[in-house]
């Protein structure tokens, strides 16, 4: 009996880019829901969130807030662990993130002398949250 090769539907690629496209769509959300509730937590502790989001023409912060006179500018990063979120940061990111900073407080009353804190906010699989305030502190 001869073997005849039938190709599966949609194997010229398009499940393949559909799935991506899915699983793209997928972090995405997460990486929102991670957001959101990254922005619940501080402001349970009394940090205004004033922008999410902000885009400057360096980066984009994920979220920004106020608490008393320090502007704080907060990354978010989600995955399966903390460990491994940490590890989606790269130092060429950090420094885009530095960019952004200076270029959001350049608008402020008091310019580059506002008090800052820039903060990593960590989320896990299980929607846990660890915070790593002044992360970037050296």
């Given at each position: 009996?001869?073997f ?5 539907p949609?194997?010229?690629?398009s499940t393949?880019k559909r799935r991506?496209a ?19 937590l501080?402001?349970?502790r009394?940090v205004?969130i ?8 360096r980066a ?11 502007v ?6 989600q995955?399966q662990t903390?460990d491994?979120a940490a590890?989606h940061?790269?130092q060429a990111?950090?420094?885009r993130i530095f960019?952004?900073v200076?270029?959001f407080v ?6 580059l002398l ?7 906010a960590?989320?896990d ?7 790593l305030?002044?992360a970037?502190?050296?």
């Amino acid at each position: 009996m001869p073997f005849d090769f039938v190709a599966s539907p949609g194997f010229d690629g398009s499940t393949v880019k559909r799935r991506r496209a899915e699983r793209g769509l997928g972090n995405h959300l997460a990486g929102h829901a991670a957001e959101a509730a990254v922005a619940r937590l501080y402001e349970s502790r009394g940090v205004a969130i004033c922008a999410r989001n902000w885009r400057g023409s360096r980066a984009e912060i994920d979220l920004v807030g106020r608490q008393g006179d320090t502007v704080v500018f907060i990354e978010v990063k989600q995955s399966q662990t903390h460990d491994r979120a940490a590890s989606h940061l790269s130092q060429a990111q950090i420094a885009r993130i530095f960019g952004a900073v200076e270029e959001f407080v350049a608008s402020e009353p008091n310019g580059l002398l506002t008090d800052v804190r820039i903060d990593l906010a960590l989320v896990d699989g299980q929607g846990r949250i660890e915070v790593l305030e002044n992360a970037f502190a050296g």
